[in-house]
């Protein structure tokens, strides 16, 4: 008996804008024609959750961050990395509610602070960071943090006054910015970081030169050119996807080594 070809398992973090049924309805059909594969998409709560599944190979490739990225980059190979607004970068935001004045995380001292995720650089590496340039830990600078385990949930925090400020991917406040305006306008960015690699698609390095992922690359490069993969970078408000560098990331791993160096 023939067994049947294993589904291409792609994962995606909460770095991916939402959870929207129409966008990933049109990611999965476009993936599988332009692969000639049953492409399988997986869905988890936090990045540990997906990073664990890709490093271990339990998925084929997967939508993550520079953070993990960095973290894993022995046991990680880059396949692609987005390109937004003419960019392969993007940058962190620290936002507050709307009409608040400041310029600098020194004017956040002793709020409430929402985080995105534990792994997320945008939505807690830089701040961390941040405060390690100054030789402080968040617990010794905000009065409370927690996590939201989301962007979107970030922006939803302060703006309905849960966090008094939050630690936000930029790319995904300023999607919103376009999809939930009446959400975004109750939030301002305070401080908006240097430009840092975008978070890429990954594949656990003894998976690098299968055929699969070089079936995923060639689709996701050929995104553009199909009228499924166009609608499907409109949702996303993306260019396209491009090969590529790990130095794209060397900014987040030198905050990674700030951040140790505090202990």
């Known amino acids: ?21 129409e966008l990933l309805e049109a990611l999965q059909r476009y993936l599988s ?39 894993y980059r022995r046991e990680l190979e880059l396949v692609a990395v987005p390109i937004w607004r003419g960019r392969m970068t993007y ?42 340039e100054r030789g402080i830990k968040a617990p010794d600078f905000f009065k409370r943090t927690f996590f939201t385990y989301g962007h979107r949930n970030v922006v939803r925090a302060v703006a309905a006054g849960l966090a008094q400020s939050g630690s936000v991917d930029g790319y995904v406040w300023e999607v919103m910015t376009e999809t939930e305006a009446e959400l975004t306008r109750q939030t301002v960015p305070a ?32 995104m553009p050119g199909d009228p499924v993969g166009r609608d499907v970078l409109g949702l996303l408000r993306l260019d396209g996807f491009a090969k590529g560098e790990p130095s794209l990331f060397d900014s987040i791993a030198r905050r990674v080594d700030l951040v140790r160096a505090l202990g």
């Open 1 to 21: 008996m023939v067994r049947a070809a294993q589904p291409f398992r792609f994962g995606l973090t909460p770095v991916f804008l939402s959870s929207d049924l």
């Open 91 to 132: 940058q962190s935001y620290l936002i507050v509610s709307a009409g608040r004045e400041a310029s600098a995380i020194d004017d956040l001292r002793g709020d409430i602070h929402a985080f995105s995720d534990p792994d997320s650089n945008s939505g807690y590496l830089v701040t961390r960071a941040l405060l390690a």
């Open 191 to 222: 401080w908006r970081s240097d430009w840092m690699g975008f978070p890429p698609i990954a594949t656990a390095a003894n998976n690098a030169a299968t055929e699969g992922i070089a079936k995923l690359r060639k689709a996701l490069f050929a």
């Open 33 to 71: 024609a332009a692969m000639g594969a049953d492409v399988q998409l997986v869905l988890k709560r936090t990045y540990q959750e997906i990073t664990s599944q890709l490093v271990s190979g339990l998925l084929d490739a997967a939508w993550i961050c520079g953070f993990p990225f960095i973290a």
